[in-house]
């Protein structure tokens, strides 16, 4: 599939107002959101959105810094992982998410790199506030917003542009590693899903996870019916909080388990 001119210009748009949303708390920089955008401009939704939520996947445990680590940014798989998906049919979904990932951790480094050259920002917008310079206020509180927009046209831009390039070099990869790439890209969901675990789950939440993966991998039961089975539980999990005989009960059995 070639993209024209003016799909690169909307994708580089797109990209724009999804990469400086995130400095208004807004998350349209996830995975999900930057794929979906994708897929409208090319037409290839349902494609778009498997990018997407394999991302998802593993950017639930990729989000979680440890320590002063840097998580790589979901700009790499949710535009430039789901522009490889929908252009090049070789790749799939878990490819792409493989593929992605070095752009997702280039991309951080740069934001890293913006973060850096406006570290000074606040102390620059109150300096001009006290002078009473509103429009050099304006232009310090505002700066790092526009370096946002503008980073994230480019990189959606030249994303869409150069991805015929891309395809080419994607060409030159032996079948056997494009395999292994694949293997990963199925493995990172899991990985991000299990590091996510590790920091959410208490001792007391273990069956939970047993038994969704018993539902999952046993019984097949599709992802909405283990989350109906899971809802049944969190419903009487917060009946047995609100009733104050039980949540007595459930105290006085803790402290005896406590002493």
């Known amino acids: 599939m070639d993209i024209t001119l003016i799909q ?11 990469y400086s949303g995130m ?3 807004i998350y349209t920089n996830r995975a999900i959101f930057l794929a979906f ?12 959105l498997q990018v997407g939520a394999i991302a998802e996947l593993a950017f639930m445990g990729f989000g979680v810094g440890a320590g002063g ?3 790589p940014n979901p700009i790499g798989p949710g535009i430039i992982g789901t522009l490889m998906a929908i252009t090049n049919p070789s790749i799939t ?9 070095p752009f997702a951790v280039a991309i951080q480094f740069l934001q890293t790199a913006i973060y850096t050259v406006r570290a000074g920002a606040p102390e620059s917008a109150n300096r001009a ?4 310079n509103f429009k050099g206020f304006k232009f310090h509180a505002n700066l790092t917003l526009v370096l946002f927009a503008v980073v994230g046209f480019f990189l959606g831009f030249l994303g869409a542009f150069s991805m015929d390039f891309l395809t080419q070099l994607v060409g030159y990869i032996p079948q056997q590693l494009l395999t292994g ?3 990963a890209g199925g493995m990172l969901p899991a990985i991000g899903f299990a590091m996510i675990l590790s920091v959410m789950v208490k001792k007391e939440l273990i069956p939970f996870v047993i038994l969704g993966y018993v539902l999952a991998a046993y019984l097949k039961l599709p992802v909405i019916g283990i989350a109906l089975v899971a809802s049944i539980f969190a419903v009487q999990q917060y009946n047995a909080a609100n009733n104050p005989a039980t949540a007595g009960a459930n105290t006085e059995v803790g402290n005896d388990d406590w002493i």
């Open 8 to 18: 690169a210009l909307l994708i580089g748009l797109w990209t724009a107002a999804c």
């Open 23 to 25: 400095l208004w708390g």
């Open 37 to 48: 955008g994708v897929g409208v401009i090319l037409g290839d939704i349902p494609t778009a």
């Open 69 to 71: 680590t840097v998580p």
């Open 93 to 101: 979904p878990e490819s792409a998410l493989a593929l992605s990932m």
């Open 129 to 132: 506030l006290d002078n009473q």
């Open 181 to 183: 790439l694949n293997v």
